[in-house]
């Protein structure tokens, strides 16, 4: 049965199956934007999670697979605006959510988050990201225009000091002509220049395909960390983050590729996540971040380069960086010598 995902608040995911009607209406009630003490014991959702968690209909498979591994799953009632018609889904801390045992040894040294920024910081709001929080995130800027980033990026590779973006960001712009950030902080931004641009050689402007660019810089402060490179397709359900353009977190949950198109099928190099509708949007070019399932620390991988929404805003369109791990490593090999 197809799946698809919702995201209820920052710390709350939820999986439903399709052609749960019920679970559509009660969806539709839940004020997901503005959930209190109130709303949740009545409109929306009854019990708390501890700590931030997916949530999906206890029958779902990744509950069986959680269960199997003696996680601890927290069961919540979802109840419409009357408190009438409950549901209860099953959810479970993102702390249990494991990754792929990696045995190159490079990915011990990427995709380490600074949850309380660089330099320590407090968030401004619960959504808010701090500088240095994901400490691979940058902005690429034409250099006449210093204030408005072009798009974000994100580092990829110290040796080659590449950074990875979309092909629609720097399709046809010079290299000398673009510099790159790694803080927006107008009073720490210490602007880099840009030595290489690697556009596509097949990206396809109309269809989005290979929609995909890396960028060699002329250095990276020391600070900065590798975001992880994918080596295997994202798994299904699996949590991963956005930022938006006003620094804002989003969550993003991989639903079935199936889900990702009205009509048709994706080419293989989009990627889709779900969102939730009238969100903030990611930044044109950011990475999807997601916690690989399969390592005990919290390391994460670039999966995708965010290029527009699909399916009227519920779905947000990514280049697959999967698919191009190659290409990848092809030109940052180049990278290494400029
Ligand atoms: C959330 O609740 C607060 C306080 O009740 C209210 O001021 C605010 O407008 C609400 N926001 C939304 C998005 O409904
Ligand atoms: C909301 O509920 C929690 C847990 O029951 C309680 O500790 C907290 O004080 C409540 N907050 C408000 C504003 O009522
Ligand atoms: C979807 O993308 C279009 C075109 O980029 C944009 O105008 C629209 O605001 C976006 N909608 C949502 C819900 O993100
Ligand atoms: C991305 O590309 C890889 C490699 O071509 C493919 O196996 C995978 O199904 C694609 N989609 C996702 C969501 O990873
Ligand atoms: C990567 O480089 C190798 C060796 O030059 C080449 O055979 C291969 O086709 C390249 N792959 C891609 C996807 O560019």
Redo the contacts with the bound molecule.
């Keep these: 049965m197809a799946t698809f995902l919702f995201v209820l608040n920052t710390c709350i995911l939820y999986t439903k199956s399709d052609g749960t009607e019920k679970l559509d209406e009660l969806y539709a009630e839940t004020d997901s934007k503005n959930i209190t003490n109130a709303s949740l014991k009545c409109e929306g959702i009854e019990g708390r999670v501890a700590e931030c968690s997916e949530c999906y209909t206890c029958d779902h498979e990744a509950v069986a697979r959680h269960r199997d591994l003696k996680h601890e799953i927290t069961e919540l009632k979802l109840n419409d605006a009357n408190c009438g018609a409950s549901e209860t889904i099953c959810c479970i801390s993102q702390k249990d959510l494991k990754f792929r045992e990696s045995t190159n040894a490079d990915r011990l040294s990427c995709g380490r988050s600074n949850p309380e920024g660089y330099p320590r910081a407090l968030r401004a709001s619960i959504r808010s990201v701090l500088q240095g929080e994901y400490p691979w995130r940058a902005w690429i800027y034409y250099w006449q225009d210093p204030n408005t980033p072009l798009c974000a990026a994100t580092y990829i590779n110290k040796e080659g000091r590449t950074l990875l973006t979309s092909a629609s960001c720097v399709e046809g712009r010079r290299a000398d002509a673009l510099i790159v950030r790694f803080n927006r902080d107008p009073e720490r931004y210490h602007p880099v220049s840009v030595r290489r641009i690697d556009v596509h050689e097949h990206y396809d402007k109309a269809t989005l395909v290979n929609d995909i660019a890396v960028l060699s810089v002329e250095s990276v402060p020391p600070w900065m960390q590798r975001a992880c490179l994918?080596i295997?397709?994202?798994l299904l359900g699996t949590a991963c983050i956005a930022v938006s353009d006003n620094n804002l977190y989003l969550n993003q949950v991989?639903p079935r590729?199936s889900k990702c198109k009205e009509n048709g099928i994706?080419d293989?190099?989009?990627?889709?996540s779900a969102t939730l509708k009238d969100d903030y949007i990611p930044e044109l070019g950011g990475g999807m971040y997601c916690l690989d399932e399969q390592s005990n620390a919290n390391i994460y991988t670039v999966?995708g380069v965010y290029l527009t929404n699909s399916t009227n805003g519920l779905a947000a369109l990514y280049t697959?960086?999967?698919?191009f791990?190659e290409w990848i490593i092809n030109k940052t090999e180049k990278h290494r010598n400029i």
């Design positions: 994918p295997e397709p994202v991989v590729q994706l293989n190099s989009l990627m889709c999966y697959n960086v999967t698919h791990s």
